[in-house]
């Protein structure tokens, strides 16, 4: 009986681990058809497409060459990307977080009224005011400016609610102490609950950076000038119903994701619980 | 005097939350406000409006574009929900078994397209469905006998594309929102159901499903609202927001259309009012068969 349960389990562990390696490789074949084309020559990609086929005649670093010394704007959206990642991440952390300790550590009038409209601003599809938003940035003449893509989520919803959950499992004698020793109520935000938000801050800045460096839809409604796209958009150029600049869009598409790999594989831990931060029932 | 005022104890909480009033009042109550009014109009950027009631939702009705873009927005919810729900869900349990091995590594490679965004995966995507004989789907097709497939020149083709980019990317999340699901029921459950000769399957359907109901709910509520806003996938997949006879044309895709690229703002804002209905009706009606606010008023 119980020299067949053990193989029973062996089975299934063999089974199951088979699976998930079957898994692994479907998952990994985008990743290493890009790798792989990176080193192709664009023509080969427009002729055969993307495909796993190792061809070393035809193979070189040709496209990283050219990525790194030809006639193009990459690295300026690269550098744009970076710019507006880290403005938009420093931004609405430090705003989101000031609201967030609002909410979780006093009771005031008005206070559920409030948090209501952080819910119902994270139940509704953002896309749906693209029409009217646009319409807005353009009266406040903010169109091609990195502000009408910072502004209007500089104190995000999800961040915020996410920092107040967080905040509600910090002792509240901490604020009573200070008060004791005469801090005032924004000292002691910054001085006593700031320091010991760390953790919480590394999960919502990976967060906030991952979508903000990936963005699409909306920095490339509001930025017409070419000189200020992102890296996204500025990829999305490179593809024209008149004809692809493959030799770079691949190379770049591949050279976009290294610094994102670099960061979730320092930072695990953090990309992890940011992003599973909705699902935990408050 | 103003000092001591913005001090106080009663005061400094509005301090607090003042940001998220302003941001709430001018970047979404407004446009939000805003979009039902425009929806009522006939209105250019830098023009003045006119009002023409409701003729806008009245043209929406019959428009055969918009019926085929909320077709297209439709399915492809409905395709991510029965995909990107009892998959993960069995992946994550599987993962969490005591019999598997490599755990995080598997956890953290799974996440790994997550990362791309949606520029760079849908270039991938795109050139992975290409026509040519020797794409990878098509080399795949070719293992099987099948012809090369201009796929993403088919309704169908192109509707399973989109799906596979968004299991591609959204897997691996989903398995752990299921994962830290499961990290929340007690051991003492599965030891019961065990003393019980209780099998793996019936542990699974009587302990495990109901008990990450609320993930499950979760990942409903959510997938209902990506899947009914998706865009820039099909951006990205047709190379511009016109794909043959429209079969990657979404609810956005016809916003985005009618109100950037024709500058009809009015009609662009009543599709967005519309998606908004669609996807409150949606979630709520979910919802509400799930038992959620039964249990809140407990």
Not at chain 1, 44 to 55: A, F, M, P, T, V
């Amino acid at each position: 009986m119980g020299g067949s349960q053990s193989r029973n389990n062996l089975i299934s562990r063999i089974v199951m681990i088979c699976f998930f390696i079957i898994l692994f490789v479907i998952i990994m074949i985008p990743f290493y058809a890009v790798t792989l084309s990176s080193f192709k020559p664009g023509e080969s990609l427009i002729r055969y497409g993307l495909n796993l086929s190792l061809d070393f005649n035809i193979m070189s670093f040709d496209n990283f060459i050219y990525l790194f010394t030809g006639q193009h704007d990459y690295f300026t959206w690269f550098w744009n990307s970076m710019f507006v990642t880290i403005a938009q991440v420093v931004l609405t952390l430090f705003v989101s977080a000031f609201v967030a300790y609002g909410f979780a550590a006093y009771d005031f009038k008005g206070k559920n009224f409030l948090f209501i409209c952080v819910l119902l601003i994270m139940m509704v599809p953002f896309e749906i005011l693209l029409v009217p938003l646009y319409s807005l940035i353009n009266d406040l003449h903010l169109v091609n400016s990195y502000s009408a893509i910072i502004l209007p989520g500089i104190a995000n919803a999800g961040t915020i609610f996410f920092f107040r959950q967080y905040l509600r499992s910090i002792p509240k004698e901490i604020i009573q102490s200070g008060r004791v020793d005469g801090a005032n109520e924004y000292a002691i935000y910054f001085r006593l609950i700031m320091p010991i938000m760390k953790p919480s801050f590394a999960a919502m800045a990976i967060l906030n950076g991952m979508n903000s460096w990936n963005n699409l839809l909306w920095p490339f409604m509001v930025l017409g000038d070419q000189s200020k796209f992102t890296l996204p958009i500025g990829l999305k150029t490179l593809l024209t119903p008149y004809g692809n600049n493959y030799d770079l869009l691949i190379v770049g598409s591949f050279f976009s994701i290294i610094p994102i790999f670099i960061l979730f594989i320092a930072f695990q831990k953090y990309f992890i619980d940011g992003m599973t931060a909705g699902a935990v029932k408050g | 005097m103003i000092k001591k005022f913005v001090y106080s104890q009663k005061v400094a909480p509005y301090v607090f939350v003042l940001p998220f009033i302003f941001i709430f009042l001018i970047f979404w109550s407004y446009p939000l406000l805003n979009s039902f009014i425009m929806s009522f109009q006939d209105r250019m950027l830098g023009q003045d409006p006119k009002w023409i009631g409701e003729a806008n939702y009245s043209k929406l009705l019959t428009d055969k574009v918009f019926l085929t873009a909320i077709k297209n927005s439709v399915v492809y919810m409905l395709g991510t929900l029965v995909l990107l729900i009892p998959f993960p869900m069995l992946f994550a349990v599987m993962i969490n078994s005591k019999l598997m091995l490599g755990r995080e590594f598997f956890k953290s490679s799974f996440f790994l397209p997550a990362l791309t965004s949606v520029a760079v995966a849908g270039t991938i995507f795109r050139l992975t469905f290409g026509e040519m004989e020797g794409s990878l789907m098509n080399s795949f097709l070719g293992l099987f006998g099948v012809e090369p497939v201009k796929f993403l020149k088919d309704g169908e083709w192109s509707m399973a594309a989109l799906l596979i980019l968004a299991c591609w990317r959204w897997t691996g999340v989903n398995m752990l929102y299921y994962l830290s699901g499961l990290k929340s029921i007690d051991n003492e459950y599965y030891e019961a159901a065990s003393i019980d000769g209780a099998s793996a399957w019936q542990k699974f359907k009587n302990i495990t499903m109901p008990l990450l109901k609320p993930t499950t709910i979760y990942v409903t509520t959510i997938s209902v609202y990506a899947g009914l806003a998706m865009f820039t996938e099909s951006l990205m997949m047709f190379n511009g927001n016109n794909s043959p006879k429209n079969i990657g044309l979404t609810i956005v895709g016809y916003l985005y259309r009618q109100g950037i690229e024709k500058n009809k703002l009015g009609y662009a804002a009543a599709v967005g009012i519309v998606l908004l209905v669609i996807a409150m009706v949606i979630n709520l009606t979910q919802l509400k068969f799930s038992g959620m606010f039964k249990k809140e008023e407990d």
